[in-house]
């Protein structure tokens, strides 16, 4: 049994390792030269794509920002899940937004802007506070502008009429004043079963995601309901099979979302020692045709990502429960490096867990590390 993953980077090795022990070795494509390449050890295998698309049972993602004619290629396969309208709905913010509003989901107010004058009727319609979101290539924070106020928007179009919006527009939306920022990670099977893992709390920093907690505290039946019924309609109408993420903001008892990810997700890393199957394994049964795993909590887990760091000591591998996941690349800044996988028996604990890993940190890579620590020690 084999699957291609297009992308080589940290999630197809994810789902690589979690292949192994069912007998499902994945190979990946390098999407800048197509080459295909084994996701853990890097090395290039010698097979041509068009050969290597032929030879494996199913074909999936790990990003979507895939170049067109290699969509088109592996599209037309028929081997690729989610399907090719799913990986480009995520990758588009003007389509995601559409489909949001088909399905009649709660979303953030926003503007479409392909020319920069349109920016004054956007700031008149949602105010002074806005996120300018490129509409396509974005990730991390990356291809995003703030306004601030109105004093900064003759700079700010300044800056974006550089771009052509014509062809990549940008979604603009209201700067939204929320509670906090939940996913919802689940897995629908080709037979139109799903498994949901619960609600995790996800907590950014500059526009990057640094800690995830699983389950989110204070959630109850209905906010969890909330979710599960846009991830069915979501899920529903895109044909789904897979992994698939929904990215809300939390404001009193309603759930904004705020995007989706139609691909294994950095806030569900939690799931590789915090449930009974983790996403990855569940996205590899669900692409495969196979039955889902189960995705019962196992602790509650916080999944801390490790952002710009260089190599460094192992030694906090003596706090019970902490588990090290290494990326093996090299360092850049704001660069995922790897992330830490905290269990605990509650809350408390795991505040504890968290306090003692931060002992062992550089404050200026994980910034929200002891203050977080504090906040769970109380609950
Ligand atoms: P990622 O790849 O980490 O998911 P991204 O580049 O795809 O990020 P978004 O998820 O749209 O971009 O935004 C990144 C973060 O910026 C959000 O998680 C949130 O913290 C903040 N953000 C985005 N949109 C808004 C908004 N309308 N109001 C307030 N904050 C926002
Ligand atoms: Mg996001």
Known sequence: MSILVLGSGQLARMMALA???????VQAVDVADNRIVDPVTKQIINNSLDRQIEEVNAITAEFEHIPEDLLELVHTSGKLKPSAEAILTGAD?????????????????????TEV????????????KLIIKASRDGYDGYGQWRLQNKSELPALKDTLSQLDLHKVPLVVEKMLNF???????????SDGDIAYYPLAENLHYQGQLHVSIAPAPHVDDALNQQAQ????????????VGVLAVEF???????????????????GHWTMQGADTCQFENHLRAVKGLPLGSTKVTSPTAMINIIGCKAFSRDMLSIPGCHLHWYGKSPRKKRKMGHFNLCASDYAELGKTMHALAEYLPIENFPMLKD??????KL
């Not at 292949?19 to 070795?25: D, H, Q, V």
């Not at 004058?117 to 002074?128: N, S």
């Not at 509670?179 to 629908?188: G, I, K, M, P, Q």
């Not at 977080?372 to 020690?377: S, V």
């Open 19 to 25: 292949g192994y022990p069912l007998g499902i070795s």
């Open 93 to 113: 913010r003007l389509r995601e937004k559409k489909l949001l509003e088909k399905l009649a989901i709660a979303n953030c107010p926003f503007e479409i802007v």
């Open 117 to 128: 004058e349109q920016l004054d009727a956007a700031v008149a319609k949602l105010g002074e």
């Open 179 to 189: 509670e906090r920022e939940l996913s919802l990670v689940a897995v629908r099977g």
């Open 229 to 240: 019924e846009i991830f069915n309609k979501l899920a529903k109408s895109l044909n789904y």
């Open 249 to 267: 903001f939390q404001i009193g008892q309603q759930l904004l979302v705020n995007e989706i990810a139609p691909r294994v997700h950095n806030s």
């Open 372 to 377: 977080e620590a504090q906040r769970l020690m």
